[in-house]
């Protein structure tokens, strides 16, 4: 039993603020959660917080933006009634996990194939000449008529009078960068008329704004004096913060079901799903004393050859070069440059063959990753997949692939509500639940113990 403590809970996760409460022998504090008619938030706390130990509990699931919402306006209302520590209990961390590429609305990037064509796959098609989004445009070259002297070749830059045009593709549909690009304009010409070569970086790729700074400057102000939080999917995201940040684990709640649930554990393997989940996966098998697979992902480059002079039927460019040849007349040499086609191809590192397999993964959200992981191991061999995922969005149409994925059996915890997936899935999905966890890091902080004993050993 703790004293002056009080623990509120949003709209998004009220069942798991109800269970934390029940492993503190607290009452749920009193809030009235509500919206206008105009969807404006709306809250009110209906008990004294003067002077008390405070924390909310809001999971970032759900409507995300109207729950991060309710999340401040209540951090600072209690603020204001002069609580004496304000605590964020986040279990799910909203906006910590955003991608380097565009996205859709429910997540999925734009990337990814359509609805009506994915297949669980783990290779994607390489990108074919006469796709819409890989044709280029056609382009001439002028061969120079001047001479050019073996002396001038050393302080002539760029060579003289000629007219070269670099293909570039009509659409980009591979992994945009960062760097913003140089937009094409029509002064490329010099003072006698003759054309300069136009730049290969050229037009504005698009990027994604970050927002983790922003959050983070919106829970402070909002009077947040500590966060709590479970598997940040980057951990460097606590230094956003300049209050303390407690990233909880559920490698602890992991590990007890492997060794507890899954026959002859050693026998299984633990293959991480993606290179990003590796650090997490090897640890889950160095404590269990397990094997280890990755699931690997690299992008690589086909070289074709081909002649400036020729355009295949699908009016295929062929990209050319000069270059100095002082045995020629026109003192240069048109040669053809090897044109670089990138494709993605995925590797499994390790032997599953007749072997159970564990994913582990800190987040699904779309699915695809995990499902085409599935898929992969089954071709490799694998007689049973099982996925252990802590955070199970499960947004868009994430449940229908999961059903008719390889996945066997699919082990999730409560850090976000599983009610509805449970009905979904039936006994295919099993929910671990982290209520404890969070209820002793509560308890631990208020009576000002280390919580460092909940990273390798949970409370389960």
């Not at 009110?44 to 991060?68: A, I, L, P, T």
């Not at 079901?257 to 997490?280: C, E, L, M």
């Not at 699908?314 to 090897?338: C, M, R």
Request: glycine share 6%; proline share 6%.
């Amino acid at each position: 039993m703790v004293h002056d403590i009080v623990v509120f809970s949003g709209s998004s996760h009220p069942g798991l603020a109800e269970r934390i409460c029940h492993n503190l022998s607290l009452d749920k504090g009193k809030v009235k959660l509500g919206k206008f008619s105009n969807g404006e938030t709306s809250i009110s706390v209906n008990e004294s917080v003067r002077e008390k130990d405070v924390y909310v509990v809001q999971s970032g699931c759900g409507h995300v933006n109207d729950n991060f919402m309710e999340l401040l306006i209540i951090l600072s209302a209690c603020k204001t009634a002069s609580a004496k520590r304000v605590t964020a209990v986040i279990p799910l961390f909203p906006y910590s996990r955003q991608p380097d590429i565009p996205y859709t609305k429910k997540g999925a990037p734009l990337v990814s194939k359509p609805k009506s064509e994915y297949t669980f796959e783990s290779v994607p098609n390489t990108p074919r000449a006469n796709s819409r989004n890989s044709n280029f445009e056609s382009s001439s070259f002028e061969t120079p008529q001047k001479e050019i002297q073996p002396s001038e070749l050393i302080h002539q830059q760029p060579p003289p009078s000629f007219n070269l045009e670099q293909p570039t593709p009509k659409n980009h549909h591979h992994h945009p960068s960062r760097i913003p690009k140089i937009p094409e304009t029509n002064q490329n010409s010099t003072s006698d008329g003759n054309t300069k070569p136009i730049s290969i970086n050229s037009g504005y790729k698009q990027w994604v704004a970050q927002a983790g700074t922003l959050v983070a400057d919106l829970l402070t102000c909002a009077g947040a004096d500590h966060i709590i939080t479970m598997d940040l999917h980057d951990a460097q995201f606590q230094g956003f913060f300049d209050i303390p940040v407690d990233n909880l684990y559920s490698k602890p709640i992991l590990q007890h079901y492997i060794s507890s649930k899954i026959p002859n554990y050693q026998d299984a393997i633990i293959v991480s799903p993606d290179a990003g989940g590796a650090k997490r996966a090897t640890a889950i098998a160095d404590t269990l004393g397990m094997s280890f697979a990755l699931i690997h992902k690299e992008r690589r480059s086909h070289q074709s050859s081909r002649h400036p002079s020729n355009v295949n039927s699908n009016n295929e460019l062929k990209s050319v070069a000069l270059q100095p040849n002082l045995s020629s007349d026109s003192g240069f040499q048109i040669t053809t440059v090897e044109k670089k086609l990138k494709y993605a191809t995925t590797m499994l590192v390790g032997d599953v063959k007749g072997k159970e397999c564990i994913l582990i993964d800190d987040l699904v959200d779309t699915s695809y990753t995990i499902t085409r992981a599935a898929k992969l191991l089954k071709d490799q061999g694998a007689k049973k997949v099982y996925a252990l995922i802590t955070h199970a969005i499960f947004s868009g149409d994430a449940l229908k692939r999961v059903k008719a994925s390889a996945i066997d059996k699919l082990i999730v915890t409560n850090s976000v509500p599983q009610e509805d997936h449970q009905k979904e899935l039936g006994d295919a999905l099993e929910v671990l639940d982290v209520s404890r966890i969070f209820g002793e890091a509560i308890r631990r902080i208020h009576n000002g113990e280390s919580v460092s004993m909940l990273f390798d050993h949970g409370w389960p």
